[in-house]
């Protein structure tokens, strides 16, 4: 390499090196010694025959060198693209990468068409001078001795063990260690029974032995797979991070099937009573690798991660890389960016490709004739094609996994190469997330999840109004008002089932319990539904189709596990307690027969049936119907979603529906809150909001809070409005404002501005804060405040000064000398129009009225469609939509006629 620092001393050739100090022979074979004395036989010295002119002047100085110092020279060849044909399009590809035009004279580029990856014959040719330059590259081989443990990860140990444990008076077998397994098992059997005592508060004392026996299981099974550590890591993260007030999910996935989990508090769904499987987890006959998959407030998931890092070192901490890859359609508009093809003209390209997933741009020729008609027609778009071929699939760019986190005992530079994201002061594996394991990492899933803020807010506003927070623990997650709700499909704001094909699916189905729910969130899928499973649930739910259980020898045995879902089969936990039932095999077997049937690998199949149908015959059940069975589990199986998993979503579910069941002033404003920024969400809340018979009061200086808050005002249940919602005006404004309100409410608009910070609350915020309507319990119409909001903005100032001036005066920071008196020239209100438009500017929808409220008689007389139901229109169907138009622009046609946008 020409900037290797013996060769670029060498390279005086080149006038910007010698310009940057670049000292020639002498000052080259100085530097080659000194690495020659560090490395001894093990520092060559690199030539490169690129046909690149430096190349050429600097290959007879190392060769000379070599012969003064005896420092073997290597033969190299770099290596950016693998065949000769491919330059051009790697030159398109650097393009891509720093945002330059192909054609562009003043950009990076390769002098040469060299860079690819020669054959043996052809570097002996081109070496044939000094054949032992090749023959050093096998010496290099023979020297080298890397070997990478692939597979088997260790599962990291839990690092702060002994400090817990002392903390517990616990006696631990190798106090000395700082990572130790046995260490982890003591403490890990310790929190385990400590936390369930704690969760059988709450089941019946005829069942605590059930439980007691099953935590022993899983205790054991977790020890013996040697993962106490990896589960205390977890327990302790989300400890921290309940204590940190960040809120955390009540499970996801597989891990929901675990009392362990259940006990350790990592997960707040109870197992037993839904027939939720640990081997569905952890299958002690097929050695893998736990996977618990965390949900944490989506704002504040970045706190436990930064958790996570300082705990247990930034060396031993990384998020996973992800890699942007070049595929068809984008490969298309990169190639063309910087061909410099007209936007349209690549837009239209790249939209010839076929939408199907997987797509490629071989098959993408073959399946669209249009392709070939447009490059044989255009050369500009035959090149662009050319280049993409050549460049589809490649890593575009570098990101990092969303959720995905892993943590080791040792620095990870020891298992992993690593990466800095631009930006980010954590770092990231240079493996993607398929190939951790494999060198000694588990992962753990930090995800983030709105929703979970929604419950919390909705939660501080209960404690707020009520002196109380709803214990979702001890809350009856069969509560028949609850499934009421549900039921009439006004599901608007409800986690996982606001969406019109969910609300439909609930008036239809009328869920009546928690069971009902997990059902609905594992059927509302494209194959359950086409298969006709999900009709053939509700007809068996009420009535309309018989409820049985295959064969009559068989109704004894699968009722208990069919019994909730009506006799289908809608979870491949179900798919694994029939297999373990009927055909005898153990639950970890039953899980490897569940994970064969998604393969259906015939030979496999077979094997599998036989074995079920030999284990039904040997419990007294006749074969044929064993036989049929099987392969009705099969067809199933490829439906069947993890109970696991739906269960503990349909919690979150359950949650949201409580609230909105009984507080739904406080959830109606947590939902706003969070979607402040979003206006068509806020637009539909709003609307559910009046639906439910509450009132939306505007923002009021005096009442509102920063957030979307819930009060009764004059008897009424009113969401209010939340000033950190206006439009221009800011959180730090706001807190401020409430700052200076927790001395009392402002009487008028003297005592605002008297008591306000102006430095943090200026011109531009009061007058969005008097559009909105917040001032209006002042006593001005507010084109009073905003036609005089210059004379305000100087008193804001003047005050602003005054109390500059006060502080460290002989008489303090006293009333007298910061407080103003304002007189605002009375003036008649803005029409009701006017007064709408600024509520639309500053709150992004009107709050009081509505411009065509004047037209509402003769509206109602009209079957109209409303916007919000445009999803639900059939293609080609015909709508009257009734609306205000807001804006018409004119444009003009190629043909010369002029026509508008509405």
């Known amino acids: 390499c020409l900037q290797g620092e013996v060769n670029w001393h060498l ?13 020639g022979y002498e000052k080259a074979k100085e530097i080659a010694l000194e690495y020659q004395s560090i490395f001894g036989d093990d520092f060559y010295l690199e030539i490169m025959r690129h046909g690149i002119s430096d190349h050429y002047f600097v290959d007879d100085l190392i060769l000379k060198i070599s012969k003064e110092t005896g420092i ?43 860079f690819y990856l020669k054959s043996p014959e052809q570097i002996a040719k081109l070496y044939a001078d000094i054949p032992q330059a090749i023959e050093a590259t096998q010496e290099i081989v023979d020297k080298c001795n890397l070997e990478i443990k692939l597979g088997n990860p260790t599962p990291p140990n839990f690092k702060f063990t002994r400090q817990k444990a002392q903390e517990q008076n616990l006696t631990l077998p190798e106090p000395t260690l700082e990572y130790s397994l046995e260490n982890d098992k003591v403490l890990f059997i310790h929190e385990c029974w400590k936390g369930l005592e704690k969760r059988l508060e709450i089941v019946e004392p005829q069942k605590h032995q059930e439980y007691k026996e099953r935590l022993q299981v899983e ?20 400890i921290v991070a309940k204590n940190m007030g960040i809120p955390v999910g009540p499970g996801r996935g597989s891990a929901a099937g675990s009392l362990v989990a259940f006990s350790l508090e990592i997960t707040d769904i109870d197992p037993m009573p839904y027939g939720l499987l640990f081997e569905r987890f952890l299958n002690p006959e097929r050695v893998s690798m736990p996977d618990i998959d965390m949900d944490f407030c989506q704002s504040r998931r970045g706190e436990i991660i930064d958790y996570v890092v300082q705990q247990y070192g930034r060396a031993n901490v990384a998020q996973i890389i992800t890699f942007g890859k070049l595929l068809a359609k984008g490969v298309i508009r990169d190639v063309a960016r910087v061909l410099d093809m007209p936007y349209a003209k690549a837009d239209a390209m790249a939209k010839l490709i076929p939408d199907e997933l997987g797509i490629n741009l071989k098959d993408s020729y073959e399946k669209e004739p249009k392709i070939k008609e447009l490059c044989d027609s255009d050369p500009q778009a035959a090149r662009v094609w050319e280049f993409a071929l050549a460049l589809e699939g490649l890593n575009r760019n570098a990101g990092t996994h969303a959720a995905g986190v892993v943590i080791s005992n040792e620095p990870l530079w020891k298992k992993t190469p690593l990466f800095k994201p631009s930006g980010l002061d954590t770092l990231a594996t240079q493996y993607n997330g398929k190939y951790v394991e494999d060198v000694d990492l588990i992962k753990f899933d930090f995800l983030g999840l709105k929703t979970l ?6 939660n501080q506003l209960i404690q707020k109004r009520h002196g109380k927070r709803i214990d979702f623990i001890r809350t009856d997650v069969n509560d028949k008002g ?58 068996r739910k009420h009535g309309r189709k018989e409820i049985n259980y295959f064969y009559d020898e068989f109704d004894e045995p699968l009722r208990p596990i069919l019994e909730p879902t009506y006799g289908v089969i809608v979870y491949q936990e179900q798919v694994m307690q029939i297999v373990q039932t009927i055909g005898g095999f ?64 349909a919690l979150v579910t359950f949650y949201t529906s409580y609230l909105k069941k009984y507080y739904p002033s406080e959830f109606m404003a947590a939902l706003l809150t969070l979607e402040k920024d979003n206006t068509d969400k806020v637009v539909k809340y709003v609307d559910e909001v009046k639906r439910l018979g509450l009132d939306l009061f505007p923002p009021d200086i005096n009442k509102s809070d920063l957030v979307f808050s819930a009060a009764q005002i004059e008897g009424k249940e009113v969401v209010m409005f939340g000033m950190g919602a206006i439009k221009g005006v800011g959180d730090v404004a706001i807190n401020s404002i409430l700052h200076a309100r927790k001395e009392g409410d402002f009487k008028d608009l003297s005592d605002f501005i008297s008591r306000i910070d102006g430095s943090k609350v ?98 109602e007389q009209i079957s109209y469609t409303l916007s919000s139901q445009i999803d639900e229109l059939d293609n080609g169907s015909e709508a009257l939509f009734v609306g205000k138009v807001e804006t018409i622009t004119e444009k003009m046609s190629k043909k010369g006629n002029k026509f508008g946008i509405v």
């Open 219 to 238: 205790i054991d099974i977790i020890n013996n797979m040697k993962f106490p550590g990896y589960m205390l890591i977890v327990w302790d993260f989300v």
């Open 11 to 23: 390279n005086t050739q080149s006038e910007r090196n010698v310009k940057n100090g670049a000292k």
């Open 453 to 458: 803020t929604v419950i919390e807010q909705a």
């Open 72 to 114: 073997k020279v290597v033969a190299t060849n770099d290596t950016h693209y693998l065949q000769q044909k491919d330059a051009n399009a790697h030159e398109a590809f650097m393009c891509i990468a720093m945002n330059k035009l192909y054609d562009d004279p003043n950009r990076l580029r390769h002098s040469v068409h060299e």
């Open 762 to 859: 200026n011109k531009r915020v009061i007058e969005a804060l008097a559009k909105s309507g917040a001032f209006d319990s002042f006593g001005y119409s507010r084109r009073s405040i905003i036609e005089q909001i210059e004379l305000i903005g100087e008193t804001v100032g003047k005050v602003a000064l005054a109390k500059k001036m006060a502080t460290g005066s002989l008489f303090g920071d006293s009333q007298e000398l910061t407080t103003v008196e304002v007189t605002l020239e009375h003036m008649s209100e803005y029409s009701a129009k006017e007064l709408l438009e600024f509520e639309k500017s500053s709150l992004g929808f009107y709050v009081s009225g509505h411009p065509l409220d004047e037209y509402k008689e003769q509206i």
């Open 482 to 539: 609850v499934y009421d709700l549900i039921q009439t499909g006004h599901t608007i704001g409800l986690f996982q089932i606001e969406s019109d094909g969910m609300q439909d699916l609930n008036k239809r189905l009328k869920p009546s319990n928690f069971e009902d729910i997990i059902a609905v969130l594992a059927l509302y899928r494209p194959g359950p539904m086409e298969s006709g499973m999900l009709d053939d649930f509700i007809d």
């Open 586 to 649: 153990s639950l970890g077997g039953a899980d490897l027969v569940r994970r064969a049937m998604g393969k259906k690998i015939k030979e496999e199949m077979d094997r599998l049936k036989g074995e079920f149908a030999d284990g039904g015959v040997k419990k007294g059940y006749q074969r044929a119907h064993c036989e049929e069975l099987f392969d009705l589990i099969v067809k199933f199986a490829g439906y069947g979603f993890n109970k696991s998993h739906s269960a503990a979503y």
